[in-house]
């Protein structure tokens, strides 16, 4: 592991890769925690956190004293997790290519900012989200945030950063997050993208995130093939025992 990624993120790309490549179908027993973390020669730590990513992915499964077991169904979003609830690294699995990354008016973002004026500046990122081994795109997404909340977000690692843990660091307190998932048609250029033809049902994700002030401070869009897409919610009824 050599490249500039944390090593929590290195370790997730290596066992995803494993993951869609077959290697590891489902139902397969992921190694313990102490045989990662003896084989790619990191603390525990790190690996927990790998693996709970992948979990949040959906791509494994984790049982209490069992162990940690590939999904059946690879490619699984946790909704809470996208809206934002339990959001602590990116949304969907995967590094990011920047396409384009900017300072704009807001009356000229692709996507509009609920309050803010057509002529205060907005910061517009539109990023693909590559699957696991890099070899395709797996979703694009576009985010746009008032430039008073996010002014030095351009100067983050785009590749890695994700916009609800960035403002929380800035000291932005988050009240709600509503998501909405609707089909869609796909345009020329996302078909391009995917390699499917103009027109085909996908779907588009579509996130507004409100401070405690009401204010909007984030919108942001996700698309995604519904061929590699399932969601589930999850909740735990303990209580109500």
Do not use: C
């Amino acid at each position: 592991m050599t490249t500039s990624d944390p090593l929590h993120a290195q370790i997730r790309k290596e066992l995803e890769s494993r993951i869609l490549a077959g290697t590891w179908p489902p139902g397969t027993r992921v190694p313990t925690e102490a045989e990662l973390g003896e084989q790619f020669g990191v603390s525990r730590i790190t690996v927990q956190r790998a693996l709970r990513d992948m979990a949040d992915a959906g791509l494994v499964v984790r049982y209490r004293r069992r162990g940690t077991f590939v999904a059946q169904t690879a490619g699984e979003h946790n909704l809470l997790r996208s809206a934002g609830l339990l959001l602590e690294g990116p949304e969907l699995p995967g590094d990011h290519r920047v396409v384009d990354a900017r300072v704009i008016p807001g009356g000229t973002a692709a996507l509009q900012l609920p309050g803010v004026a057509a002529d205060e500046a907005v910061v517009q990122v539109e990023r693909h989200k590559l699957t696991a081994d890099g070899s395709r795109v797996a979703a694009t997404e576009l985010a746009v945030l008032p430039f008073r909340y996010a002014p030095d977000l351009l100067d983050q690692d785009l590749v890695h950063v994700t916009t609800h843990p960035y403002l929380r660091r800035r000291g932005v307190v988050l009240e709600r997050s509503r998501l909405y998932v609707e089909p869609h048609a796909l345009d020329a250029t996302h078909a391009e993208l995917f390699g499917l033809p103009e027109g085909t049902a996908v779907f588009r994700w579509l996130r507004v995130t409100w401070t405690v002030r009401d204010e909007v401070v984030e919108h942001m869009q996700a698309i995604l093939p519904a061929a590699d897409s399932r969601f589930y919610v999850e909740t735990s009824l303990g209580s109500a025992r």
